[in-house]
């Protein structure tokens, strides 16, 4: 399992750069997440990004978009816009959760 | 007595109560299966109506020819279950008390889903193929078709028989070379994923074949609705697909009685632990089949499997002992690749589809990930077997956990 540094910290994340340990994700995190990919956050992509950490806490498996627009009350439209093009994996990137696994 | 009621009489359904029949001491329980209507399809023939290769009369055959004569079949439309009185609730009023529930109503195709599908080009120039109807409808359609952009389109994860679409493609690119029109036509596959499949061994492959065909590949487009009058796809981040012929695989949601009831994830699949399917919220009720939410390919593999063992599980459970079964997640797909090829993917929870030999004691074995003519014969073989094998219950020679025996893992970082 790879470990990267971020924001100065040992962080263990897979071959794509997703973390693999939920505990070692916060708020600072997020954001250095979040820059390396672009995305300034703001009160919206917390919404979101907070809607996930909990989510998966309870459910055990990342969300995905659809859950998030239902059950997170987020418009999928509004993800889009905050996520450009790949709002599911990007959320889940940022929110130091597994890449979703896109079914099967 | 003790009553097991089963909601569904599809393939999971037919295979449960078939198999429970011969386990359970018959002086201790009635075996009770609901389902709405006597029509029972073998849905992977769907596939090849479009191209006129079965008749409505290959896939389709009574239900209670394949339930067993000691087991009860009631016709009627599930109302709602009522899980802390036990009960299921019919639409007609009656009510079906239960000791233990199985939820085996599947998923099924939901066009309505996305605005413009039901519009006035629904079965005009936007057709389905995961109905009969459907799949009828787009087989006329296709008898006249003679050039312009024809559009393969997914709309939303999990689907069932994830490899499908990939197949109709296949099959149409065929199918157009053979009578001339290939040269005329633009093909393309849309898709939510960022591939041709969800895993990267098999995508790439599948992905190679696609492009092989000059069949274009649109990925990550979540599509928002279609506008009849432009004839084009749009999606949530403004994209267009522009079509002629749309061949749409709606999003895929699981009966409505099961959100009535309050037992459903955001798209009706019923969650459960997905190596019992044992429900996460109640401990008499089950899900097994397309109803479920386990992260396995909605597919009639997926559902043979884990009914060999479910029902070993159900016997020890029902008696007061642990469930000592694991089901894998094992899947087994012949997937069409036209030219009477086909390739075979056999995987599960941890393992994706890797290349190599499936062995078959007598039948195989046979390439995985390659197309042979082997796998082709197989698929064809495999109706025979679903209709006089697979649902009475007898046993059939696929184990049920995936194996690794033949399969090569290739060097990856």
């Known amino acids: ?104 | 007595m003790r009553n097991l009621l089963v909601l569904g009489a599809g393939t999971a359904g037919t295979m449960i109560v078939n198999k429970l029949h011969k386990r359970l001491p018959r002086d201790e329980w009635t075996i009770t299966v609901v389902d709405r209507d006597d029509d029972h399809h073998y849905q992977p023939g769907y596939l090849f109506v479009p191209f006129g290769g079965y008749a409505r009369d290959e896939i389709v055959r009574s239900r209670h020819h394949f339930v067993h004569d000691g087991v009860r079949l009631v016709y009627g439309e599930v109302d709602r279950v009522a899980p802390d009185d036990h009960v299921v609730h019919l639409a007609d009023g009656r009510a079906l008390p239960y000791d233990y529930l199985v939820i085996a109503t599947g998923t099924s195709p939901r066009p309505d889903q996305t605005p413009g599908v039901l519009g006035p080009e629904w079965r005009r120039s936007i057709f389905d193929f995961y109905t009969l109807d459907g799949a009828e409808a787009l087989h006329r359609a296709l008898e006249v078709f003679d050039g312009g952009r024809l559009v393969v389109h997914v709309s939303e994860m999990p689907i069932k028989c994830p490899v499908a679409p990939l197949e109709f493609t296949f099959l149409a690119e065929a199918w157009l070379r053979e009578r001339g029109l290939r040269d005329r036509v633009e093909l393309a596959y849309v898709t939510p994923l960022d591939g041709a499949f969800t895993k990267p061994v098999a995508s790439e492959h599948l992905g190679h074949m696609l492009a092989e065909r000059k069949v274009e590949v649109v990925t990550d487009f979540m599509v928002e609705r279609v506008d009849p009058d432009r004839k084009v796809l749009v999606s949530y981040d403004e994209r267009e697909v522009p079509f002629d012929l749309l061949v749409t695989v709606p999003v895929n949601m699981g009966a409505d009685f099961v959100a009535r009831s309050g037992l459903g994830d955001e798209l009706n699949h019923v969650p459960v632990d997905k190596h019992t399917l044992l429900s996460t919220a109640y401990d008499d009720i089950f899900a097994v089949g397309d109803a479920s939410n386990i992260p396995a390919s909605k597919a009639g593999s997926v559902a043979h499997f884990s009914v060999e063992v479910f029902v070993d599980n159900f016997c020890r459970y029902v008696t007061g002992e642990p469930m000592t079964g694991r089901f894998d997640g094992h899947a087994n797909c012949f997937v069409e690749s036209g030219g009477g090829k086909a390739l075979l993917i056999d995987f599960n929870y941890d393992t994706e589809p890797l290349p190599g030999d499936y062995p078959l004691p007598g039948l195989g074995p046979f390439r995985l990930l390659e197309e042979t003519r082997t796998n082709h014969l197989g698929k064809l073989a495999f109706r025979w077997m679903y209709w006089n094998l697979l649902l009475p219950g007898r046993p059939i020679p696929l184990p049920a956990h995936m194996s690794m025996t033949g399969k090569h893992t290739p060097n990856r970082k």
């Not at chain 1, 790879?2 to 708020?27: C, K, M, N, Q, S």
């Not at chain 1, 250095?32 to 309870?58: S, V």
Request: net charge neutral.
């Open chain 1, 1 to 104: 399992m790879p470990v990267t540094t971020i924001a100065g910290r040992d962080i263990h994340v897979d071959d794509e750069g997703f973390l693999t340990v939920y505990a070692e994700w916060d708020d600072d995190l997020a954001k250095q997440l979040a820059a390396n990919i672009g995305i300034d956050l703001t009160d919206a992509h917390w919404k979101a990004i907070r809607f996930l950490r909990e989510d998966y806490r309870t459910q055990g498996e990342t969300p995905t978009i659809r859950r998030v627009s239902t059950v997170g009350g987020i418009p999928t439209k509004d993800l889009f816009t905050l996520f450009p093009s790949k709002p599911g994996k990007k959320m889940a990137y940022i929110a130091g959760l597994p890449k979703p696994h896109g079914c099967v």
